[in-house]
């Protein structure tokens, strides 16, 4: 099966700008999250999406992120205004009840806000 | 929520030789997954261990939800072991896994 796929690879932009990142699952998983990794850390959930409803967004920080899913299958990340301490990889994850195993990660998109 | 320690936080090895990775978490769990995040930065999922043992290859993960802790063993190490091993424990209550600090191990040829 393809894996979960994200773009862009990497991402450099000015404090205050806005940024965009993209998911695409595997193919019938259900449930995708959006994971942020700071150097030297393990990844923090940010959202949580159960086909195209929020399940958990409870740490993301609503005043500059936001996140879709369209139609339950591809799903967006969007930062606006970026902030210095945004810098962190973006990693996107799949998963899918009727395979109990865990989940399925992206590349992540290494983004880098000077 | 869950506190999640791992240890130790780094580890260095000659290749060939045996070790043993520790996740240890303050609550009851549901689920616990270890993952491998390698030297480009890719996660993949090794085991998916609510309890008991599970073995792969050279690779087993041990969890004994009673007390609070897992255990990953990595034997024969080979190079391509290195990378940094994450636990991420689930609480009882639907919570989502929470990843620790990870374990950063080197494997020396």
């Known amino acids: 099966e393809a894996g979960v796929a994200q773009s862009p690879r990497y991402k450099i932009i000015e404090k205050r700008q806005s940024v965009a990142f993209w998911c695409n699952p595997i193919?019938?998983?259900?449930?995708l999250y959006w994971y942020q990794q700071i150097l030297g850390q393990g990844p923090k959930l940010l959202i949580q999406?159960?086909?195209?409803?929020?399940?958990?967004d409870s740490q993301l920080p609503k005043d500059r992120f936001s996140a879709e899913r369209l139609k339950g299958v591809d799903s967006t990340l969007k930062i606006q205004p970026a902030k210095l301490e945004d810098s962190a990889v973006y990693l996107c994850?799949?998963?899918?009840?009727?395979?109990?195993?865990?989940?399925?990660f992206g590349s992540g998109t290494r983004l880098t806000v000077v | 929520g869950i506190q999640v320690e791992q240890s130790p936080p780094d580890l260095i090895l000659q290749e060939g030789a045996n070790s043993t990775l520790r996740c240890n978490f303050s609550?009851?769990?549901?689920?616990l997954q270890w993952f491998h995040q390698n030297p480009w930065g890719q996660l993949i999922n090794l085991f998916y261990?609510?309890?008991g043992t599970k073995q792969n290859g050279r690779l087993s993960a041990t969890t004994v939800a009673t007390e609070r802790y897992s255990l990953l063993y990595i034997s024969s190490s080979q190079t391509t072991d290195s990378g940094v091993y994450f636990c991420?424990?689930?609480?009882?209550?639907?919570?989502?896994?929470?990843f620790g600090p990870g374990t950063r191990l080197s494997v020396l040829p």
């Open positions: 991420a424990p689930q609480g009882n209550y639907g919570q989502n896994f929470v």
């Open positions: 609550d009851s769990v549901n689920n």
């Open positions: 999406f159960q086909n195209n409803g929020v399940v958990d």
């Open positions: 261990i609510p309890s």
């Open positions: 994850a799949s998963s899918s009840p009727r395979r109990v195993g865990g989940y399925t």
């Open positions: 193919s019938g998983h259900a449930t």
